[in-house]
């Protein structure tokens, strides 16, 4: 029987950097404006006044310190509040495209591989940016893979769906080596203008490269134990920007085409499906949590993360046990489990265990089982 192992991943971090302080100024700076602009309503009680943000908030709430973004200036603009990305040609690589590269080579090189050693790419992530010819057909063509690519969405979720879907090409034989990619340009999808938001998601991209375990050192990268995915509808994350938009005039340019949320119900509902769901899959496994070295976990919230460790583990877990990236990172979706991932494996030695596991909208709950080699 044909086994999968990780034998590489890759990082794509875009240099700029936003901290919690700029963020908040210029939020503040907007919220001024706004209330100068409509004071004769708000004092009329017609309107409600805009609530100022704070950067003592935002890190007590969330863990989160700073963020990289593709574009500041637009962000912190407050007249503007959204990043600058400039449109290009169909003849250049498209923005997703350069990133995914980016993150690609340096997966392949860490698994010491090329593209002629690859035969599919899944580009998954929470945002396409625009509906066809699929992303990951581009950075196929781009890195020179012969095979198959496709695109694939579920949220938060998208890298560890996606390393399902790699672990089963390669398991029946239909890929020699898969690389799933996730291109989180998070920024294009947030409302900044949302106090209860502005300073939640970041981007980065992130790329793991699967293969057939023959195909490999031996000691080399992680085997895949198992894979579990759930979903549970649930309307507490949404974003309803879609083709479809266009064909009522009424909708155009509301909040509902972002991101939205509800935190508090996330926090409460998503946390204990979590732990369960990771319980649930050792137990299947025939393991235990306290075999476990390492959790990965999605990076929204750190009280959050440390809440679903706590539950899991039955006691608190060290920082080395349950690594924080999103101090620095900020929520980058798909990517966040997959960088913590990328940047705190190398310490593991042979036959230490370990869980990628992500979770957001859909609800969605990915669960990969891994162990040293
Ligand atoms: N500054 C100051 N005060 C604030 C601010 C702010 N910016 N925002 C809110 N407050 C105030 C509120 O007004 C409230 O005041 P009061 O108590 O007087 O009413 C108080 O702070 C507490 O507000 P909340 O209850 O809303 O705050 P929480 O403690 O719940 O923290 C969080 C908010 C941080 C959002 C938290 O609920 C959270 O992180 N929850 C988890 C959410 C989560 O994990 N979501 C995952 C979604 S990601 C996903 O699936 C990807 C989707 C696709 C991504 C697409 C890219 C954009």
């Given at each position: 029987m044909i086994k999968a192992v990780i034998s590489g991943t890759g990082l794509f971090t875009p240099p700029a950097i936003i901290e919690n302080d700029e963020l908040v100024e210029a939020f503040n700076q907007y919220v001024e404006l706004y209330n100068n602009e409509h004071a004769e309503e708000i004092a009329r009680g017609e309107l409600t006044a805009l609530q100022p943000s704070s950067s003592a908030f935002i890190e007590k709430a969330s863990g989160i310190k700073r963020r990289h973004v593709i574009d500041r200036e637009g962000i912190l603009d407050p007249k503007r509040m959204k990043p600058y990305i400039p449109e290009r040609s169909n003849d250049e690589p498209s923005v997703q495209c350069d990133m995914a590269v980016a993150a690609c080579k340096e997966a392949l090189e860490q698994a010491g591989k090329t593209a002629a050693d690859v035969d599919a790419v899944i580009v998954a992530c929470s945002n396409m940016q625009r509906a066809?010819?699929?992303?990951?057909?581009?950075?196929?063509?781009?890195?020179?893979?012969?095979?198959?690519?496709?695109?694939?969405?579920?949220?938060?979720?998208?890298?560890?769906?996606?390393?399902?879907?790699?672990?089963?090409?390669?398991?029946?034989?239909?890929?020699?080596?898969?690389?799933?990619?996730?291109?989180?340009?998070?920024?294009?999808?947030?409302?900044?203008?949302?106090?209860?938001?502005?300073?939640?998601?970041?981007?980065?991209?992130?790329?793991?490269?699967?293969?057939?375990?023959?195909?490999?050192?031996?000691?080399?990268?992680?085997?895949?134990?198992?894979?579990?995915?759930?979903?549970?509808?649930?309307?507490?994350?949404?974003?309803?920007?879609?083709f479809l938009n266009r064909a009522d005039d009424s909708g155009v340019g509301k909040a509902d085409k972002l991101f939205i949320q509800q935190g508090r119900k996330v926090f409460k509902e998503v946390s204990p499906l979590v732990a369960s769901t990771i319980q649930d899959h050792l137990a299947s496994l025939n393991l235990e949590p306290d075999n476990l070295d390492r959790m990965w976990l999605h990076q929204a919230n750190l009280n959050m993360n440390q809440l679903i460790a706590r539950k899991v583990l039955g006691r608190d877990a060290t920082e080395q046990e349950a690594p924080v990236i999103l101090d620095e990172y900020a929520n980058t979706s798909s990517a966040g489990s997959i960088i913590a991932f990328h940047k705190h494996k190398d310490d593991l030695k042979a036959g230490d265990l370990g869980v990628i596991c992500s979770f957001g909208a859909g609800y969605s709950i990915g669960s990969v089982v891994v162990r040293h080699r």
């Open positions: 066809y010819p699929a992303v990951a057909i581009e950075v196929q063509e781009a890195l020179g893979i012969n095979g198959f690519a496709y695109d694939m969405n579920v949220a938060c979720s998208s890298a560890t769906f996606g390393l399902q879907a790699a672990v089963n090409s390669v398991e029946n034989g239909a890929a020699r080596a898969v690389l799933v990619v996730s291109p989180e340009i998070c920024s294009g999808h947030l409302n900044f203008r949302d106090r209860d938001s502005h300073f939640i998601f970041g981007d980065a991209c992130t790329a793991i490269l699967v293969e057939r375990e023959e195909n490999t050192q031996p000691g080399q990268g992680f085997e895949i134990l198992g894979t579990k995915l759930k979903t549970q509808f649930s309307n507490n994350i949404r974003n309803n920007f879609g």
